[in-house]
């Protein structure tokens, strides 16, 4: 019975530990869309799946320039999780980090991103996330997010 008890104590520290664990708040509030329309850019962003298990270990971002010019962006992207009705940033391990380099989308062309899971310094657990990524055209700039779950 102690063993039992003592299991379930670890298992209940860990999993509020995790959570704990994010502190740092998003720059970038929770009216971040997932796509746009106006006279710089015409995108969408979007997972391929809407809802994933805590044992995915990627997940996909289709990123779409349905405007009539070229849109510029990078390889960093930030992943946030929300918990209690704000933004959180989800760390990255310390040993990750991203190039600085300048990718162009074409007019009406698509690419993909990809959120690698072991690259996070946090466990995916039950909520709502979001892959946040910013393009830049013409010395405009847009932020977009493509929001996902992950559910056991």
Not at 12 to 18: E, K, L, N, W
Not at 22 to 48: A, K, R, Y
Not at 141 to 149: G, P, T, Y
């Amino acid at each position: 019975m102690k063993k039992f008890l003592l299991l379930l104590i670890l298992i209940i520290v860990g999993c509020t530990s995790q959570e704990s664990d994010l502190q740092e708040l998003s720059e970038f509030g929770s009216d971040v869309p997932n796509g746009i329309e106006n006279e710089h850019f015409h995108m969408q962003m979007n997972t391929t799946s809407q809802t994933y298990s805590s044992n995915v270990e990627q997940i996909t971002v289709v990123i779409n320039n349905l405007g009539a010019d070229m849109v510029g962006f990078g390889e960093y992207y930030q992943v946030e999780k929300l918990k209690d009705g704000l933004w959180y940033k989800v760390p990255f391990l310390e040993s990750v980090a991203f190039i600085e380099i300048g990718y162009m989308l074409e007019a009406g062309a698509s690419t993909e991103s990809t959120l690698k899971v072991k690259d996070l310094d946090h466990q995916l657990t039950d909520g709502t996330y979001r892959m946040v990524k910013e393009f830049w055209k013409d010395g405009s700039k847009v932020i977009l997010a493509a929001e996902f779950s992950i559910a056991n």
